[in-house]
């Protein structure tokens, strides 16, 4: 079969990514089958571009690929949802070969997306055995009841499969197929995923991750997650950083441990960045993480509230932030905490107390998230009701966005913006570009870095942590 993947995504917010997903799954198909990947996100006509290379390539399936739901700013989901029913429809215009949607946006909910967008199949999370196992009963014309998290129409209505018993071995899958990649993402971008495993155990209550990799974790040994390292590396001479794209890569601690080791031993040399969380954060930890080029870590802190942190099931608490914050800091890691402002059942106290939170615990870097849930693209009732509180948050954001240059607002594009990443990237500037930020700031007076309480922050900025290149 000749199965043209397409990747629809295009946000170049906070930095083009790399369709890994695909690149897994395309990795998967036995040799007999030929692939492509049309990859939209740099063209400049993505429309024209998609129909171009479908009529080219002659497609018996088309697996298109679906990254994000929300826009990278979290400024809402509506028009995503739009842009791949135009995609749907670009491809129904130009083949009549069957349509399988997947990806980890529509894994967060595939049953509304099917109904929403009717492609003819989907596959909600890993797809690495089901994608070939479909294409198998497409070809012999039966056996997709047994196919893990497949959803399709049966005379009209939609049948969707359980997940398969058991989650994939990784240490079984070939690697990702980059040879299928477009270059711009190292030449342009200079940053690529590598992934160390897969699952979180957590039940953080908004969370989507579980759903797109399970709870299971399910680790890749050292040793062959080094291979793929030293492999990538060999074959982009332009890379300058790898995003280490697990749910989070210090939870279980000692693979992190092991992973670090390993990089250690082989002297492999990129910086690096991950999501880290407080449970599981230890000093060694931190000292093997900057021994290995950890180049800088992201924490979904969520909130500065303990009651907050509480409501969301994150299972730490602030201390716990501070304590990671300060060993980060000790290693000379530079650590950027996402707080997320407004969700269920916060009042606006809460979201004064996380600013506070922030002056006072002085991170590397801060991403200032106002709330927007997923189901927010399929439900206009529910963003209606959601509106009131989101506009109030981005008040209290608009008045506190002047108190330290290098918090970034992606919601009021502080700090977020295609014009300043540029403008960072042309400098020479990689990796996630929040890294940079901080030595870019002016310096604040005292008196602006005051909270909205008055008590005086300790803050200010301190050139001499500064991320790496
Ligand atoms: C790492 C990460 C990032 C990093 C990426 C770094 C990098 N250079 O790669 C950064 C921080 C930059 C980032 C940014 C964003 N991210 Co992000 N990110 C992730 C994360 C944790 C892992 C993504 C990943 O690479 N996984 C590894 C690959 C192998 O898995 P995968 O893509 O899911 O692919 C598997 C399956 O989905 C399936 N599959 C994939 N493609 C296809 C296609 C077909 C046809 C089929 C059948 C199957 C299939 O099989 C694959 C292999 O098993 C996920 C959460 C998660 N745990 O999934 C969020 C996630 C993908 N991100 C999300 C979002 C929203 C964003 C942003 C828009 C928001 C933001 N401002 O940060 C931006 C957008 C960036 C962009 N340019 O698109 C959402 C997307 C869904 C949604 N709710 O909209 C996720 C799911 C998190 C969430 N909130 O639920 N992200
Ligand atoms: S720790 Fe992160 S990935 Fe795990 S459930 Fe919580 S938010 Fe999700």
Not at 231 to 260: G, R, Y
Not at 323 to 334: E, N, R
């Amino acid at each position: 079969m000749r199965v043209a993947f397409v990747s629809g995504n295009r946000e170049k917010l906070p930095d083009a990514v790399i369709p890994l997903g695909i690149l897994w799954v395309a990795a998967s198909l036995p040799e007999r089958h030929e692939k492509t990947v049309v990859d939209l996100c740099f063209a400049e006509e993505p429309f024209d571009a998609l129909r171009d290379r479908l009529d080219e390539f002659r497609p018996d399936i088309v697996a298109l690929g679906m990254r994000n739901i929300q826009r990278a700013d979290y400024s809402g989901t509506t028009d995503t949802i739009a842009y791949y029913a135009e995609l749907l429809e670009a491809i129904r215009a130009t083949t009549r070969a069957p349509v399988v949607l997947g990806g980890s946006g529509f894994s967060v909910m595939p049953a509304e997306l099917m109904r929403r967008l009717q492609p003819d199949y989907g596959i909600a999370g890993e797809a690495e055995s089901s994608f070939p196992a479909l294409i198998e009963a497409l070809e012999q014309g039966e056996g997709f009841e047994g196919i893990g998290n497949l959803h399709r129409f049966v005379d009209g209505a939609l049948v969707s499969n359980p997940p398969a018993k058991d989650f994939l071995d990784m240490d079984q899958l070939p690697f990702p197929d980059r040879s299928l990649a477009d270059p711009r993402y190292y030449t342009e971008y200079g940053i690529e995923g590598l992934q160390t495993k897969r699952g979180c155990p957590l039940h953080c209550e908004y969370c989507t991750y579980p759903i797109i990799e399970g709870r299971v974790g399910r680790i890749r040994a050292p040793r062959v997650v080094v291979d793929e390292l030293e492999s990538i590396l060999e074959d982009q001479p332009d890379l300058k950083h790898v995003f280490i794209v697990d749910s989070v890569f210090n939870l279980p601690k000692t693979h992190a441990k092991n992973i670090c080791r390993e990089m250690i031993d082989r002297a492999v040399s990129i910086p690096w960045t991950c999501y880290a969380n407080p449970l599981g954060f230890d000093a060694e930890l931190a000292e093997l993480m900057a021994a290995a080029g950890c180049a800088g870590m992201e924490v979904g802190a969520d909130s500065g509230s303990d009651r907050m942190l509480d409501a969301l099931r994150k299972g730490f608490t602030t201390k716990q932030i501070r304590s990671l914050s300060k060993l980060a800091q000790d290693v000379g890691i530079p650590d950027c905490h996402t707080f997320l402002l407004g969700t269920p059942g916060e009042t606006l106290d809460d979201v004064l107390r996380t600013i506070e939170f922030i002056i006072d615990l002085d991170p590397f870097g801060a991403i200032l998230m106002a709330w927007v849930d997923d189901y927010e693209a399929l439900d206009p009732a529910l963003a209606k009701e959601r509106r009131k509180l989101h506009e109030a948050v981005l008040e209290v954001l608009e008045e506190h966005k002047t108190e330290f240059s290098w918090w970034s607002i992606p919601s009021l594009g502080v700090n977020y913006d295609p014009t300043l990443f540029e403008m960072l990237r042309k400098r020479g500037f990689h990796g996630p570009l929040w890294q940079h930020m901080r030595q870019m700031a002016a310096p604040v007076s005292r008196r602006r870095a005051r909270s909205r309480t008055g008590r005086p922050s300790r803050s200010k900025p301190d050139a001499t942590r500064v991320g790496s290149q």
